[in-house]
């Protein structure tokens, strides 16, 4: 038991040792990824206005076919008209000309309402625009501020890791299990000392027996009120 416990407490040292390493990144790695989906969010809207852009352009080449076409037409009605011999086909012929007139001049206006739109949908992508700038020069600065940090923790990073492995190899599994559970729930700490006759993590009374019994190494002992793993700190110093 006293092995599995010196475990316990390198494999603690060397995982608050990690986590003091991850402050020093800060919010770095948070406000990247927010940085990156930000960037992914503007090229998707970017990407909305140029289609909105381009089928614009392609109503108004189709809606000048449709006036130019109606044109015609209305010129065939128009010499027609000089030609009726009735007031019925008088009639009938005028009727064909202001609905066509009618047509046209709706077709003309939906090519200036595209034209507005357009004028709109410009702004907006200039504005985009603007924005990916900014957050891609955001983007870069917050990429070379953590690489200037992971340059200076890098190989201790990776001397802890080849360190943990080493302990992670061998411990009883069920107990990196635990301890891991335990890691997680209480912020990081799972193993702690006994400070004063108190838990070093919640600092609850640990009553004179119970240190005794944990100092025994005769099995683990927990916290009762927290739950992280309780150790004997003085009798593992070297």
Same mark, same amino acid.
């Given at each position: 038991?006293?092995?599995?416990?010196? +475990?316990?407490?390198?494999?603690?040292?060397?995982?608050?040792?990690?986590?003091?390493?991850?402050?020093?990144?800060?919010?770095?790695?948070? !406000?990247?990824?927010?940085?990156?989906?930000?960037?992914?969010?503007?090229?998707?809207?970017? $990407?909305?206005?140029?289609?909105?852009?381009?089928?614009?352009?392609?109503?108004?080449?189709?809606? +000048?076919?449709?006036?130019?076409?109606?044109?015609?037409?209305?010129?065939?009605?128009?010499?027609?008209?000089?030609?009726?011999?009735?007031?019925?086909?008088?009639?009938?012929?005028?009727?064909?000309?202001?609905?066509?007139?009618?047509?046209? $001049?709706?077709?003309?206006?939906?090519?200036?309402?595209?034209?507005?739109?357009?004028?709109?949908?410009?702004?907006?992508?200039?504005?985009?625009?603007?924005?990916?700038?900014?957050?891609?020069?955001?983007?870069?600065?917050?990429?070379?501020?953590?690489?200037?940090?992971?340059?200076?923790?890098?190989?201790?990073?990776?001397?802890?890791?080849?360190?943990?492995?080493?302990?992670?190899?061998?411990?009883?599994?069920?107990?990196?299990? +635990?301890?891991?559970?335990?890691?997680?729930?209480?912020?990081?700490?799972?193993?702690?000392?006994?400070?004063?006759?108190? &838990?070093?993590? &919640?600092?609850?009374?640990?009553?004179?027996?119970?240190?005794?019994?944990?100092?025994?190494?005769?099995? !683990?002992?927990? &916290?009762? $009120? &927290?739950?992280?793993?309780?150790?004997?700190?003085?009798?593992?110093?070297?």
């Amino acid at each position: 038991m006293k092995k599995i416990v010196k +475990q316990l407490i390198e494999l603690q040292e060397i995982d608050t040792r990690f986590d003091e390493l991850q402050m020093q990144k800060g919010d770095l790695p948070l !406000m990247i990824e927010e940085a990156e989906n930000d960037l992914e969010e503007i090229k998707s809207q970017e $990407n909305e206005l140029e289609i909105q852009l381009k089928k614009g352009e392609a109503d108004r080449r189709m809606f +000048q076919v449709e006036i130019e076409a109606g044109r015609g037409k209305l010129k065939e009605y128009e010499d027609k008209l000089y030609k009726v011999q009735t007031n019925k086909e008088y009639d009938a012929i005028s009727l064909e000309i202001d609905t066509k007139k009618m047509e046209i $001049n709706e077709l003309e206006n939906k090519i200036l309402q595209s034209l507005e739109e357009e004028e709109e949908t410009k702004k907006n992508l200039d504005e985009l625009k603007e924005r990916l700038e900014k957050v891609d020069k955001q983007l870069d600065e917050y990429r070379h501020e953590l690489e200037e940090i992971i340059k200076h923790t890098r190989a201790e990073e990776a001397r802890l890791s080849k360190e943990r492995e080493k302990i992670t190899e061998v411990i009883d599994k069920r107990i990196l299990r +635990q301890y891991q559970r335990i890691r997680k729930a209480k912020g990081g700490l799972a193993v702690v000392p006994i400070k004063k006759g108190s &838990c070093g993590g &919640c600092f609850s009374a640990i009553p004179p027996q119970r240190i005794v019994e944990i100092r025994e190494l005769n099995r !683990m002992h927990t &916290c009762e $009120n &927290c739950g992280r793993i309780l150790v004997w700190i003085d009798d593992f110093v070297e």
